[in-house]
């Protein structure tokens, strides 16, 4: 036997056992042209929002992560004083990231097959996001404009493409079942515009080895919060306190048609309901309707001048938490306005009432 290698048969072997050894560590390596020496945050998407994990310097364009992950999960790189971010999947692997500073959109990500699977679906609605930037600096014109019959063929285009575009993320779904990338697609793209059987019947279709991930975990859990405030599903609990600091409950109200409203002072189309809303209530009141009000937002003032202002005479209750209100998180309430009418009995009747519809159906309803 010839002797004809530079390393020993035992060496060889250690290497080749070493190179097949899947990594315990990511490492990430980000070289930026034209970036300013600062700061670097590594944030992570997961079932407690998004959070920073990690902080290191920026020098000459160069800086490092490096630490363990359990499991795959959506990161940001976010720039000292640049307001867009760097999107991957951080896994425990070596990966390098390149590009220019002013372009991180066409950020390069290298060494991670998860993220050249992920860069693949990117190229895939690439086409779609453009058309999207174009119609949405065309909004912006036409509202200057007060144009309204571009605003209206501006808007049914825009839904026209966000059908293709959701059309497409579906099919790459069920082409990549035993990917972490699908659910984590349904969870930032699709979760809120899809009914609880929709979503039940989408998750499913993940095999085992992805039942206990974070995004199907997240899934689940939105799951069985929309099944808790189905259509016949007794009316969770809301107890918060009123305007004046006094706590108020939805039980309080048990014997009565009561339509718990959604809103904040800061959204416009909210606003917009509040007369409608006035309307019903002064029209069915003494017939034994009520209004429990559940602000989202975060400053009082804002709060209190809003139902002064709108006249909005009923019960109102905050824990002036915004988007992360206990009562919303309770109900799944990912827009508003959103209302959910309950019976005398507290079991929910309808969701989402407004307007005439609303009219309508109490009059159908109280007599």
């Known amino acids: ?22 990594s315990d560590q990511y490492f990430l390596e980000c070289n930026l042209e ?17 959070r920073t994990i990690d902080s290191t310097t920026i020098s000459n364009g160069k800086f490092t992560f490096k630490g363990s992950q359990s499991e795959p999960i959506f990161a940001y790189i976010t720039l000292n004083g640049k307001p867009d971010r760097i999107g991957l999947f951080l896994e425990n692997a070596r990966v390098s990231i390149y590009g220019h500073a002013d372009s991180l959109e066409h950020i390069k990500i290298s060494g991670s097959p998860l993220n050249d699977e992920y860069s693949k679906f990117k190229s895939m609605l690439a086409s ?11 909004y912006n014109q036409a509202r200057k ?13 825009w839904d026209l493409l966000d059908k293709q575009q959701n059309k497409v993320i579906m099919q790459f779904i069920s082409q990549h079942k035993h990917s972490v990338i699908s659910p984590f697609l349904i969870h930032q793209r699709l979760v809120y515009n899809l009914n609880v059987n929709k979503l039940d019947s ?8 992805l039942e206990n991930s974070v995004y199907v975990r997240m899934l689940k859990k939105r799951i069985q919060t929309l099944r808790n405030v189905e259509i016949g599903k007794p009316a ?10 006094i706590l108020r409950t939805l039980s309080s109200f048990r014997g009565k048609y009561v339509l718990i409203d959604f809103w904040a002072s800061w959204c416009s189309p909210c606003r917009e309901e509040s007369p409608n809303l006035v309307k019903a209530y002064q029209r069915f009141h003494d017939k034994g ?16 001048e809003a139902i002064r202002k709108d006249q909005l005479t009923w019960t109102h209750v905050s824990d002036l938490k915004g988007w992360k209100s206990e009562a ?14 309950v019976d005398p009995r507290g079991i929910i009747i309808q969701n989402n009432l407004r307007g005439k519809a609303l009219i309508d159906f109490l009059e159908k309803l109280i007599k």
Not at 146 to 152: E, S
Not at 202 to 209: A, G, K, N, V, W
């Open 128 to 138: 779609y996001e453009n058309r999207q930037e174009e119609l949405y600096l065309q």
């Open 328 to 341: 919303a998180e309770l109900y799944g309430v990912n827009s508003i306005p959103h209302s959910v009418l």
């Open 1 to 22: 036997m010839k002797k004809n290698s530079l390393l020993s048969f035992p060496v060889l072997l250690a290497i080749m056992l070493f190179s097949c050894q899947k």
């Open 202 to 209: 989408l998750t499913s279709i993940f095999p085992p080895e």
């Open 289 to 304: 309707f009520e209004i429990f009000g559940v602000s989202l937002d975060t400053r009082r003032d804002k709060w209190v």
């Open 34 to 50: 034209g970036l300013n020496d600062g700061m670097a945050y590594l944030q992570v998407i997961g079932e407690d929002g998004i």
């Open 145 to 157: 404009t007060n144009d309204t019959l571009a605003l209206k063929n501006i808007e049914t285009l």
């Open 236 to 245: 969770p609990e809301i107890a918060l306190d009123d305007t004046m600091g």
